[in-house]
């Protein structure tokens, strides 16, 4: 059977995984239910705490990537007629305010300039006692950080009774997250991003606050949280069937954690810091412009502008396929206004860096943008 070719996935994801998440697909099939899987389950949920930064109870994979748990979080906690407020600085903001309102949210919609972060004064101001406030942590449509430590603060302060959701797909395990200290009860992530695991689950934690307000039966089967947990915790009756757990993709999130916290969450987090500041300072070096605020800025994924006058998808195609080398085009109205670079899980090293600008200018020379 002829292998795919191997490129380096420089994108907003999937990253090129660590060799241990993809060695462990290759182990021998468990049932869902054998001892030993259930061993790798609870160690993956255990781990899954320590990168989120929580103790919650209910933290687990979910099955399907990170969509899903922005699938599950509105699902389990949403009535119909919730204010939810919604803070919007790209794309996944904008798809959060579409799932919230078919689970019946009146949606409050908090729209900032794409490039810049959530500003929490404006969201506070949207609504005084919301049922979610709900923002995405790492944007990666446009390479923004928001700061949700200080949007938890203040909401707690303010409505203590409101439930504080953070989209985490790009964040985990590829910059600093503190879930309990930051008052955030909902949170879900995917694999394929800074985790270097392939795509495929959602990491999602719920707090015991979020437990006592969800909706207990959620018009929805499959992504239950009750019937979920039963499951993944175990009750008294042991782990009762729900769906078969993806077991091969459970395995390689385990080793892929494993892979991480034997390096250090700290360390995975200052390595992703200086690849990207490496990055950032060669394409400013370059004469190139980045797109995201200054001192917003993601490391794990950089957007810069492509220059006046340069084909954007011409010079992406030329990159894969004389590189083997995969960046992203831009979102919406920058679609073909700005690329983005992600360095993210294993990509995010020197090496990486020295790839990518060597390959982009020598490019923009040949389109004579250099
Ligand atoms: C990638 C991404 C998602 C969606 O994840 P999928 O795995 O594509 O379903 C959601 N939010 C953010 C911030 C993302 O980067």
Same mark, same amino acid.
């Given at each position: !059977?002829?292998?795919?070719t191997?490129r380096t996935l420089l994108g907003p994801g999937p990253s090129n995984?660590? &060799? ?7 182990? &021998? ?30 933290? @687990? ?8 748990? @922005? ?24 798809? !959060? ?43 990666t449509s446009?390479g923004?950080?928001?700061? %949700? ?12 009774? =409101? ?6 797909? =790009?964040?985990?395990?590829?910059? =600093? ?8 009860? %909902? ?15 959602? &990491? ?75 990055l950032?300072?060669?394409l400013?070096?370059m004469?190139l412009?980045?797109f ?9 994924l950089t957007t810069v502008r492509v220059p006046d006058g340069v084909d954007s998808a011409k010079v992406r195609a030329q990159l894969l396929s004389e590189y083997d080398l995969e960046i992203g085009a831009g979102v919406g109205?920058f679609a073909a206004g700005v690329w983005r670079i992600g360095l993210m899980?294993?990509n995010?090293?020197?090496?990486r860096v020295?790839l990518v600008l060597g390959a982009l200018r020598r490019v923009l020379k040949q389109h004579g943008a250099l």
């Amino acid at each position: !059977m002829a292998l795919l070719t191997e490129r380096t996935l420089l994108g907003p994801g999937p990253s090129n995984p660590y &060799p241990e998440a993809t060695a462990a697909l290759a182990a &021998p099939l468990l049932g869902h239910l054998d001892p030993e899987f259930i061993r790798i389950l609870d160690r993956t949920c255990e781990r899954l705490r320590t990168v989120w930064g929580t103790e919650n109870p209910l933290t @687990m994979p979910l099955s399907g990537t990170g969509s899903i748990g @922005m699938e599950a979080a509105f699902a389990n906690t949403v009535r119909p007629g919730d204010v939810v407020v919604v803070a919007v600085n790209g794309l996944f903001g904008t798809r !959060m305010c579409e799932v919230a309102s078919r689970y019946g949210a009146e949606v409050v919609r908090v729209d900032h300039e794409w490039g810049t972060p959530v500003d929490v004064e404006l969201v506070l101001a949207a609504h005084p006692s919301p049922a979610i406030v709900a923002a995405v942590h790492a944007e990666t449509s446009t390479g923004v950080r928001s700061d %949700i430590g200080a949007l938890g603060a203040a909401l707690r302060s303010r409505s203590p009774e =409101t439930l504080l959701l953070a989209d985490c797909v =790009t964040s985990i395990a590829g910059d =600093t997250l503190e879930v309990d200290d930051w008052g955030v009860d %909902i949170g879900y992530a995917g694999t394929q991003k800074c985790l270097g695991v392939a795509p495929g689950l959602a &990491p999602f934690t719920f707090s015991e606050r979020a437990w006592q307000r969800r909706v207990e039966n959620p018009p929805v089967w499959y992504l239950d949280l009750g019937l979920l947990g039963a499951y993944v915790r175990g009750g008294p009756g042991g782990r009762a069937y729900h769906h078969t757990a993806p077991v091969a993709m459970i395995a390689s999130l385990d080793a892929g954690l494993g892979r991480i916290l034997d390096e250090g969450l700290p360390e995975v987090a200052a390595r992703h810091r200086a690849a990207g500041q490496m990055l950032q300072d060669g394409l400013i070096d370059m004469g190139l412009e980045l797109f995201a605020a200054p001192g917003h800025r993601l490391s794990q994924l950089t957007t810069v502008r492509v220059p006046d006058g340069v084909d954007s998808a011409k010079v992406r195609a030329q990159l894969l396929s004389e590189y083997d080398l995969e960046i992203g085009a831009g979102v919406g109205e920058f679609a073909a206004g700005v690329w983005r670079i992600g360095l993210m899980g294993r990509n995010a090293a020197p090496e990486r860096v020295e790839l990518v600008l060597g390959a982009l200018r020598r490019v923009l020379k040949q389109h004579g943008a250099l």
